[in-house]
Nanobody
Framework: VQLQASGGGLVEAGGSLRLSCAAS????????MAWYRQAPGKQRELVAR???????FYADSVKGRCAISRDNAQNTVHLQMNSLKSEDTAVYYC??????????WGRGTLVTVSS
């Protein structure tokens, strides 16, 4: 199983970033895909998730500024982040869970928003 995340980096406040995560070698078909984040000194928190049929959920802190999407054929998930704030600075982790059990985490990609 491999979850390869990309797209993190340094951006000024108000800017945008697009995170991507490609899942490969999955033992079962993917159910939910999601992005979590962990800021320094804080617990990991859910940012957004998307089910196979496309239902989405967003944390209140990013609602209206982020959009999650997925390509089921490619087993990829994206997170478009706009109007970034300094409080969005964190390591962002890709997460998937599969039908018939099993959930997996990517290694994380760092997003730094400078004010």
């Amino acid at each position: 199983v491999q979850l390869q995340a990309s797209g993190g980096g340094l951006v000024e406040a108000g800017g945008s970033l697009r995170l991507s995560c490609a899942a490969s070698r999955m033992p079962f078909s993917i159910n939910t895909m999601a992005w979590y984040r962990q800021a320094p000194g804080k617990q990991r928190e859910l940012v957004a998730r998307i089910t196979g049929p496309g239902s989405t959920f967003y944390a209140d802190s990013v609602k209206g500024r982020c959009a999650i999407s997925r390509d089921n054929a490619q087993n990829t998930v994206h997170l478009q982040m706009n109007s970034l704030k300094s409080e969005d600075t964190a390591v962002y982790y890709c997460y998937v869970d599969t039908h018939f059990g099993g959930n997996y985490w990517g290694r994380g990609t760092l997003v730094t928003v400078s004010s």
